[in-house]
């Protein structure tokens, strides 16, 4: 996949290799790049290891070191017998592709959104009658496009309203729609639904791909104003803006595959059943992974009635004395917990996902009302997708391809692979 896999670093180390590197059982391996530094081999059938700092970092997996010595024994089998098996090489980015994907990503993330925004033609009706409103599709691919590039609109206006007159030229829009009609729009009750089905139909294209699912939540903070009013009033104010985003993503390209926004306090538990039930809707789920938060016999139940293996951490003090779902977990963790971690630390990649969407756009929420706030939060959801899916389509060359599900009845459109 790249030319800068250990195993093909080891066969350009395996020159500077001798027969006396050997000594006490050990290799000595010299350094490529510090001359007076030697790191020492153990190859051995049971394991190997190597003193040097990639493979403290990514072990099990081989360092060039040992691929090196794998290398010279397998050339010189009277040295030593050949007896472990290579551990197997894990996925390096391939830096080049990684490049390219970046420099067209806001282009691309135009053309999937004016793909996506596509069937989205109703226009807005407005309870109290006057002039139309405008087109569902301009109002949302504005607002992503808000969020993506995630500045305020109000103080950079001409940036924003030169990359939707180029959208408009492309036809990707039909008007531009002024900054505050389309901030409006974002208050609204309808935006939710139509967002989070926006979010679970660029998953789809990922439904081959993901079989493993992670549940997180994470807070995201309010707007700086009402932080401030809640110091004043000595915390007797009411929290607002402060919004929490519960997730279920894949395990293999961290793609979000449901969402939820809640209040700052609501629990995380009682989420996981709707999360999976979305999630269910267009993946096929072997397991679920979670944390000590969502350990809860109801959640046990929902993961198993789905045909799926829950592999949810427990607290300290938790004991398998109810019966059921939960016993049957909490045997499995306690008398099997190594096998048990090696399932349940593929959770981590739930973090990457909030580290990613918290760097790329941002944590804090500038919208002020409650629902502007909550659909602000799934709008950055929503953008994070966009990029996965377009690095997605670079690394492992997926079709996009999306089901709008209920927005209009019509299946199954396709878009080319942008070039
Ligand atoms: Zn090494």
């Known amino acids: 996949m790249t030319t800068k896999r250990q195993d093909e670093r080891g066969s350009h180390l395996v020159k500077s290799i001798k027969r006396s590197d050997f000594r006490q059982g050990v290799w000595h391996v ?4 510090q001359p007076n530094v030697e790191y020492r081999v153990l190859y051995e059938s049971a394991a190997c290891a190597c003193t040097c700092a990639a493979f403290r970092l990514h072990q099990p997996e081989w360092c060039k070191h040992i691929w090196a010595v794998h290398e010279f024994v397998s ?36 053309t999937l959104m004016a793909e996506l925004c596509r069937p989205l033609t109703t226009p807005i009706a407005s309870p109290k009658g006057g002039r139309p409103r405008n087109p569902v599709a301009d109002v949302v691919y504005t607002l992503v496009l808000r969020a993506y590039c995630n500045f305020p609109g109000r ?56 079989t493993i699912i992670a549940v997180d939540c994470s807070g995201f903070l309010g707007s700086r104003r009402q932080n401030y009013t809640k110091r004043k009033t000595g915390g007797k104010g009411r929290e607002r803006g402060w919004k929490r ?11 979000i595959t449901a969402a939820i926004v809640t209040d700052a306090h609501d629990h995380d538990s009682p989420l996981l059943p709707p999360l999976l039930e979305m999630t269910c809707q267009r993946f096929k789920v072997k397991e679920v992974l979670g944390d000590s938060a969502y350990a809860s016999a109801r959640n046990f139940e929902a993961i198993l009635a789905k045909g799926a293996k829950p592999y949810i951490n427990f607290r300290k003090n938790a004991k398998g ?7 049957e977990t909490f045997l499995y963790y306690r008398d099997h917990h190594a096998e048990w971690q090696e399932h349940y630390r593929r959770r981590r990649m739930v973090e990457a996902v909030w580290s990613a969407t918290k760097r790329m756009f941002g944590e804090r929420l500038r919208s002020k009302g409650d629902v502007a706030a909550q659909n602000e939060l799934l709008l950055k959801l929503l953008c994070y997708n966009l990029c996965c899916l377009i690095r ?28």
């Open 392 to 419: 997605c389509i670079h690394e492992f060359g997926i079709e996009p391809e999306f089901t709008n599900g209920s927005m209009n009845g019509q299946n199954g459109w396709r878009i080319q692979r942008p070039e």
């Open 75 to 110: 050339e010189n089998t009277d040295m030593a017998p050949i007896g472990p098996t290579p551990a197997p090489v894990g996925r390096y980015r391939d830096w080049a592709e990684y490049h390219k994907s970046r420099a067209w990503q806001i282009e691309q993330v135009e």
């Open 245 to 255: 985003a519960h997730i279920m993503c894949g395990v293999r390209t961290g793609i």
């Open 155 to 210: 103080r950079f206006p001409r940036l924003l309203s030169s990359i939707l007159e180029h959208a408009l030229t492309k036809g990707a829009i039909t008007r531009v729609p002024g900054a505050s009609s389309a901030q409006s729009c974002l208050g609204e009750g309808w935006m939710e639904s139509l967002l989070t089905e926006l979010i679970l139909s660029t998953s789809f294209p990922f439904r081959s791909l993901e």
């Open 321 to 327: 004395a109810k019966p059921g779902a939960w016993r």
């Open 30 to 33: 010299k350094s490529e790049s």
